[in-house]
């Protein structure tokens, strides 16, 4: 079974430029999770999907994140402008639906360093 | 609030010499109780969960963890550690209902692993 998609891997930019990645989960997972971990700090959930709707938000900095599902089954996540703070890895999850029962499968993250 | 704590930021442990990483939670429900393991440059992956039942829950690798109510705690332990071990150890909590789906992550615990 493949596992977690996520690209790039890694990603370098000047602070106020743009920048999207990208996710696939985990075949058949209606749930998507978009989290962000800064060095040193535990996982921060920034938005949850259930299929193509949004389940949570709350902590997704609306002004410069922004993030979607169209389809209900890979997801972008896009920040704009950058600021130096959003230095950090973002990880995507998937899990078969909502609920704590259902594991989370998380990809490998995609490292960004804004500069 | 809800809160996870992990108060050991690093540890260093001999190879073959056992280990517990403690986790104490403030949660107003039922908690879920997660620990997960953090390879360098790779994804997060679940070690054991806690829902109900026996307290003391078996996970992979040859890790276990202990449930304890009265101690509001959730401590990780293995009895001979490997060197193959050396990674970031997250533990969370969650529920399974409304709002409480959101899982709360500690800061992690790093675990360096001596020959």
């Known amino acids: 079974e493949a596992g977690v998609a996520q690209s790039p891997r890694y990603k370098i930019i000047e602070k106020r430029q743009s920048v999207a990645f990208w996710c696939n989960p985990i075949?058949?997972?209606?749930?998507l999770y978009w989290y962000q971990q800064i060095l040193g700090q535990g996982p921060k959930l920034l938005i949850q999907?259930?299929?193509?709707?949004?389940?949570?938000d709350s902590q997704l900095p609306k002004d410069r994140f922004s993030a979607e599902r169209l389809k209900g089954v890979d997801s972008t996540l896009k920040i704009q402008p950058a600021k130096l703070e959003d230095s950090a890895v973002y990880l995507c999850?998937?899990?078969?639906?909502?609920?704590?029962?259902?594991?989370?499968?998380f990809g490998p993250g995609t490292r960004l360093t804004v500069l | 609030a809800q809160s996870v704590t992990q108060p050991d930021i690093h540890i260093t442990v001999s190879e073959g010499a056992s280990l517990e990483l403690r986790c104490n939670y403030s949660y107003g429900a039922t908690p879920y109780l997660f620990w997960y393991v953090q390879s360098p440059g790779q994804g997060l992956q679940l070690l054991l969960k806690?829902?109900?039942?026996d307290t003391l829950v078996q996970g992979i690798k040859g890790f276990e963890a202990e449930f304890k109510r009265s101690q509001s705690s959730f401590n990780l332990r293995k009895p001979s550690v490997h060197w193959s071990d050396a990674a970031e150890y997250f533990c969370?909590?969650?529920?399974?209902?409304?709002?409480?789906?959101?899982?709360?992550w500690g800061l992690g615990t790093s675990l360096a692993v001596n020959p």
């Open positions: 075949s058949g997972h209606a749930t």
């Open positions: 999907f259930q299929n193509n709707g949004v389940v949570d």
């Open positions: 999850a998937s899990s078969l639906d909502l609920g704590q029962n259902n594991e989370q499968f």
């Open positions: 969370a909590v969650g529920g399974n209902a409304g709002n409480n789906r959101k899982l709360i």
């Open positions: 806690y829902f109900s039942g």
